[in-house]
Every structure is written in C-alpha cells, then in structure tokens.
C-alpha cells in the first residue's frame, strides 16, 4: 500500500529527502505521517501531515525536518536536514485511512538512514 524511498548514509550536517508514494487508491486518506524506529526507543512519532496541510513535528526535528504532501502524487516528502547522528533509524511512513468512522492504518516498508559523527 506505501512506498517508501531515499533513505541512505550521510555525514551530520547532510540532508536526505525521504518519499512515500501511497499505491493504488488513496480514497479517504487522511493523515500521513513518518515514524522511526531504533533498538533503544522502539517505534516513534516524527511527523504527520493532515490532507488539508496541517503540520506537527516531535520537538527533536523541530526547525531541522519538513513534512511536506502533494495529494495529486499521493505521495509525502521528508526533508531532513542538518542531520545528527541520533536520527540513525528505521523510517517508517505511515497513512490512515478513515471510512464510515473507521481508521485504517497502514505501514510502509523501512528506509534506514544513517548519520556519521
């Protein structure tokens, strides 16, 4: 249903672009979001994005991360920047889908990104 791409090895201070492309219909998706997971904190909120454009960040990527979303690609962009090594994860993007009252949450496959001191 998602899939997510871009991430890789950068030195701290890089940047990487992280996309997540949602497959086949994307009717009633709402809110977008990416996660990260490592063996000491476990699964974590990063960012989400509403489909009208509403915007929230954990304040550890606050004024370094952008969660951007273009609902005619039904796709979100992460734009990391000044990257630090504690933001060595597994990225996760993540869509709900609401329907008759329902959520749906689905899960996209991981991209590792790795920040070097």
């Known amino acids: 249903q998602l899939q997510a791409s871009g991430g890789g090895s950068v030195q701290a201070g890089g940047s990487l672009k992280l996309s997540c492309k949602v497959l086949?219909?994307?009717?009633?998706?709402?809110?977008m979001g990416w996660y990260r997971q490592t063996p000491a904190k476990g699964r974590e909120l990063v960012t989400h994005?509403?489909?009208?454009?509403?915007?929230n960040y954990v304040d550890a990527v606050q004024g370094r991360f952008t969660i951007s979303r273009d609902n005619v690609k039904n796709t979100i962009y992460l734009q990391m920047n000044n990257l630090k090594p504690e933001d060595t994860a597994v990225y996760y993007c993540?869509?709900?889908?609401?329907?008759?009252?329902?959520?749906?949450?689905?899960w996209g496959s991981g991209t590792l990104v790795t920040v070097s001191s």
């Open positions: 993540k869509a709900v889908r609401v329907r008759s009252g329902v959520r749906y949450a689905y």
């Open positions: 086949g219909s994307s009717l009633f998706i709402d809110t």
């Open positions: 994005i509403t489909r009208g454009g509403q915007r």
